[in-house]
């Protein structure tokens, strides 16, 4: 098979003696399965007869039944498929052309290499087709390309297994680390003391979620989370998709700021002082409304190349769009907390992801539940931490703080429970209850 590129003829990418040599060590040696079976899939393989070969392989696997020429020969005539697959005269040629199966592993990644390539051909052979079509959506037909590219990226990132005295050995590092350094939390300070006495601070790879109803209050605290991480030294990227840059400052000059959150909006009042601390923060703002996940994740990329972002905020999830025909607004939302989750695994940072809660979780008294999380199932099963937060039921004085109710409702490394923070609205900031002692929150 042949591509035809700028008038040349060139040939699909693929290898047949390393095809071979994988079948044949399976043909030889009944462990050598064991070696390839997590990295090669039957249309890895390109020759037909090949693929038809080891898939039957995979099936003997399976039914956990022993794989030699007998076997194969057996499996490929009960499908109907040993002439089709080269015969006998076939499985005795590839298994005489392999001396040894110590080299499986080697074939195997070439194999997969060169079907990854063939998908990478099949990936630029479909984003040309499209930009031919001349769509009319410009950004939608990028997302589809950038889709397929991602998804073909995140497919070629094969997981190895480690033995268990190499995570042992992080393991130790890591506890005796704690140990030189007991006051201080494992992970990336959250900045309020409540919150991390039951996460030890957030793990980069992990998913978080910081949810409540409207005007409680979660994008200023996540706002004050990433202030505090940033002059802790953790660099943070925010995407806010329903605020932009000038109210996203604003914001933070409140935060550092003895002034009011109007008297800055409006002017009245220039806080040099509060200014000049910010501009040295490690603080990225993109207010691109109504971003697609695709296009989050190809800045949040190319933000790493440049600085090293340990921390992202994503302001608010319901907000982002898919560019996909998904068939209603939870599988939507399920593709993009997954895309979230792999983003925060691949790149290596913490990312806190905002979502509102459905009208449940006002109706009722107390405390929100996980299941009150909007089109939230899949955010509540790919959320590492989630972070509840209501309203105190009880009137507050004017002029005084009020009493914002929280609870970690999740956290899959470690315990649950409830606190307090106090907020106060003309700043938009929210105050720690919790004593420093490093004891149970206040």
């Known amino acids: 098979m042949t591509l035809e590129v700028r008038g040349a003829e060139r040939q699909v990418p693929f290898d047949d003696r390393s095809e071979q040599q994988v079948l044949g060590s399976l043909l030889i040696d009944r462990d050598a399965i064991f070696k390839v079976a997590d990295l090669l899939r039957a249309d890895d393989f390109y020759i037909p007869r090949n693929r038809l070969i080891y898939d039957a392989a995979r099936a003997l696997l399976e039914r956990r039944e022993r794989i030699d020429p007998l076997t194969i020969q057996v499996e490929l005539a009960r499908r109907e498929e040993l002439d089709r697959a080269g015969g006998v005269a076939y499985l005795r040629a590839i298994t005489e052309t392999v001396p040894t199966a110590v080299e499986i592993e080697r074939h195997a990644h070439v194999v997969r290499d060169r079907a990854i390539l063939r998908r990478l051909l099949g990936a630029a052979t479909a984003i040309a087709a499209d930009a031919y079509d001349e769509p009319t959506d410009i950004p939608l037909a990028l997302d589809r390309a950038e889709q397929r590219l991602f998804a073909l990226r995140d497919e070629s990132l094969n997981a190895q297994l480690r033995h268990i005295t190499a995570a042992l050995q992080t393991n130790y590092e890591h506890l005796t680390d704690r140990m030189e350094r007991p006051f201080e939390v494992s992970g990336i300070p959250s900045g309020f003391r409540e919150i991390d006495y039951y996460t030890e ?242």
């Open 201 to 442: 601070g957030f793990t980069t790879g992990d998913l978080i979620v910081v949810a409540s109803r409207p005007s409680v209050g979660k994008t200023s605290l996540a706002l004050a989370m990433a202030f505090e991480m940033a002059k802790r030294g953790h660099p943070a990227l925010l995407f806010s998709l329903e605020m932009d840059a000038k109210q996203i400052v604003s914001r933070f000059l409140a935060l550092n700021s003895r002034m009011d959150l109007l008297a800055l909006r409006t002017g009245n009042i220039i806080d040099t002082e509060a200014a000049e601390a910010l501009r040295g923060l490690p603080i990225l703002i993109d207010d691109t409304p109504g971003i697609s996940i695709m296009e989050l994740r190809t800045k949040a990329r190319r933000a790493t190349t440049h600085e090293k972002i340990e921390v992202i905020v994503v302001d608010y999830i319901q907000l982002i769009r898919t560019g996909e025909d998904d068939e209603n607004r939870v599988q939507e939302i399920a593709t993009i907390t997954r895309n979230l989750k792999s983003l925060a695994r691949e790149l290596g940072v913490v990312v806190i992801g905002l979502s509102q809660l459905s009208r449940a979780a006002g109706d009722a008294a107390g405390e929100p539940k996980l299941s009150t999380l909007r089109e939230g199932g899949s955010l509540e099963q790919d959320s590492d931490v989630v972070v509840m937060l209501w309203k105190d039921r009880e009137e507050t004085p004017v002029g005084a703080p009020r009493l914002i109710n929280g609870a970690v409702a999740k956290n899959r490394n470690g315990p649950t429970g409830s606190f307090q923070l106090l907020f106060e609205s003309e700043q938009a900031r929210f105050f720690s209850k919790a004593r420093d002692d490093g004891g149970m929150p206040a």
